[in-house]
């Protein structure tokens, strides 16, 4: 188990930073339909730490960086609002305190502490924003940042409203805040900001604050009549990677269906063994859910830079004795088929659905006995080299984390290797612990 951290994290001041040049004038951007299903989870939170001694230049560095940055990334630094109709849309003016940059001390947490493999508790006074509903942005910055002095390095906390933008585009702004802090004087890719682009159907929704409960919002991930959950990050190396996919592509389909990708062999990986260990019966179901980044899947296509929620869940379903009784090819082919047949067209659909009765999710929306795959391996995590080389770790907060809850990372030795972090009910994950099948790839 980690060691908790309790009262070692001492916060030194809180400052605000701004785009370093003026707009000149108030911008505001509509929220569209894939951005407003998201208004009441919680900020999306990263956590990046790297070695290094000099915390009072790397701090320097990080906030001059950011001000630059912010200046192609504004909406970051503005607040959610709503136009005279009830639209929410992201405002942003130059008279606004933009960013919330909390600085702190931790000396005595080590990297070593944080490279763990066990729980989140440990982290979470490292991350700012614990329990705060997207939805409160309406009154706090967009985005919030706690950079905490460690024993021998630097930890970089991050909470981004998810309201406003996907996994994605989070890390677009990541590396392109690294790319200006290393020293660029321009980032490589500038963002593609008018969301209204790809959706800009007006949505009127009546929602408002919730009353506080003294952490911030009127509810939490759990609560005493939900189990316990523990989270846990399990490494797969490049072989054991190859090993999986091999696995699940040793009978293809007879169907002439394309091969299993190494996202689809690695899910039903998970997804069976983590069903194995609830210890399901049968006729139970299970359902396998996936936030998809839609990016290419609409028409018109929209580009890697754009900046936004375009992800949308797509979920698919069958029994447990089912995935588990078959051999692994038959959940990979339930997953292969819903992803794929996830297009334009089921899109359109999809949204016209939401548009004329919208749903604001919840976590209870992920399915029953769900598996639910957030992030993605793509993402290139151990590439954000501020200037003083690759992190030596990458995790996500607290928020945002149920029983089943997957997050998918690229692995820190780089190629096809991937962090897989898992959150599940205390007694499933001892038993997915022992689950010598599902460990036994892990290198």
């Known amino acids: 188990m980690a060691s908790e951290t309790p009262n070692?994290?001492?916060?030194?001041?809180?400052?605000?930073?701004k785009p370093n040049k003026k707009l000149g004038k108030k911008e505001h951007c509509q929220l569209v339909t894939f951005d407003l299903p998201y208004l009441a989870f919680y900020y999306n939170q990263k956590l990046l730490?790297?070695?290094?001694?000099?915390?009072?230049?790397?701090?320097?560095?990080?906030?001059?960086?950011?001000?630059?940055?912010?200046?192609?990334?504004?909406?970051?630094?503005?607040?959610?609002?709503?136009?005279?109709?009830?639209?929410?849309?992201?405002?942003?003016d130059d008279d606004?305190?933009?960013?919330?940059?909390?600085?702190?001390?931790?000396?005595?947490i080590s990297i070593a502490d944080l490279e763990v493999e066990e729980g989140t508790s440990s982290l979470k006074e490292l991350i700012p924003y614990s329990l705060v509903l997207n939805l409160e942005g309406l009154q706090r910055p967009l985005l919030a940042v706690q950079l905490t002095k460690l024993k021998d390095g630097i930890a970089i906390g991050c909470a981004?409203?998810?309201?406003?933008?996907?996994?994605?585009?989070?890390?677009?702004?990541?590396?392109?805040?690294?790319?200006v802090c290393n020293g660029s004087s321009t980032i490589s890719t500038r963002p593609f900001l008018e969301r209204t682009?790809?959706?800009?159907?007006?949505?009127?929704?009546?929602?408002?604050?919730?009353?506080?409960?003294?952490?911030?919002?009127?509810?939490?991930?759990?609560?005493?009549?939900?189990?316990?959950?523990?989270?846990r990050v399990f490494k797969f190396s490049e072989s054991a990677i190859d090993k999986i996919k091999s696995a699940v592509n040793a009978n293809p389909p007879s169907d002439g269906?394309?091969?299993?990708?190494?996202?689809?062999?690695?899910?039903?990986?998970?997804?069976?063994?983590?069903?194995?260990?609830?210890?399901?019966?049968?006729?139970?179901?299970?359902?396998?859910?996936?936030?998809?980044d839609c990016r290419k899947r609409v028409n018109p296509p929209m580009p890697d830079s754009y900046?936004?929620?375009?992800?949308?869940?797509?979920?698919?379903?069958?029994?447990?004795?089912?995935?588990?009784?078959?051999?692994?090819?038959?959940?990979?082919?339930?997953?292969?088929?819903?992803?794929?047949?996830?297009?334009?067209?089921?899109?359109?659909?999809?949204?016209?659905?939401?548009?004329?009765?919208?749903?604001?999710?919840?976590?209870?929306?992920?399915?029953?006995?769900?598996?639910?795959?957030?992030?993605?391996p793509r993402f290139k995590v151990y590439e954000v080299d501020f200037g003083w080389g690759k992190p030596e770790g990458v995790?996500?907060?607290?928020?945002?984390?149920?029983?089943?809850?997957?997050?998918?990372?690229?692995?820190?030795?780089?190629?096809?290797s991937i962090d897989v972090e898992i959150s599940l009910e205390a007694g499933a994950m001892e038993k997915l612990e022992q689950d010598e099948e599902f460990l036994l790839p892990v290198v």
Not at 160 to 179: K, P, Q, R, V, Y
């Open 49 to 92: 730490f790297y070695k290094g001694s000099d915390f009072e230049g790397m701090v320097k560095k990080l906030k001059e960086s950011l001000g630059v940055v912010l200046v192609e990334f504004y909406q970051l630094a503005g607040r959610l609002g709503k136009d005279e109709e009830g639209v929410f849309r992201v405002e942003y």
């Open 307 to 376: 900046f936004g929620n375009l992800i949308q869940a797509i979920f698919t379903v069958t029994a447990a004795g089912l995935l588990i009784g078959n051999p692994p090819e038959f959940g990979a082919d339930v997953i292969q088929k819903a992803i794929e047949s996830h297009n334009a067209s089921a899109i359109e659909q999809r949204n016209k659905e939401w548009e004329s009765a919208p749903k604001i999710f919840e976590f209870k929306d992920a399915g029953v006995n769900c598996v639910a795959v957030g992030s993605s």
């Open 257 to 292: 269906s394309k091969p299993f990708s190494t996202f689809q062999s690695l899910s039903v990986h998970i997804w069976r063994h983590v069903t194995k260990a609830r210890s399901l019966k049968p006729e139970d179901y299970t359902v396998f859910t996936v936030f998809a």
């Open 160 to 179: 981004f409203n998810h309201a406003i933008l996907d996994g994605t585009a989070t890390w677009h702004f990541m590396s392109s805040w690294a790319e």
């Open 8 to 17: 070692v994290v001492k916060i030194i001041g809180t400052t605000h930073v």
């Open 395 to 416: 995790r996500s907060g607290s928020n945002n984390r149920f029983d089943g809850m997957v997050y998918l990372y690229q692995g820190k030795s780089g190629g096809r």
């Open 96 to 108: 606004l305190k933009g960013v919330e940059v909390v600085d702190a001390v931790a000396e005595e």
């Open 197 to 231: 682009k790809v959706r800009d159907t007006r949505v009127k929704l009546d929602l408002s604050l919730p009353p506080s409960n003294g952490n911030g919002t009127a509810s939490s991930n759990g609560s005493a009549s939900t189990p316990q959950l523990r989270e």
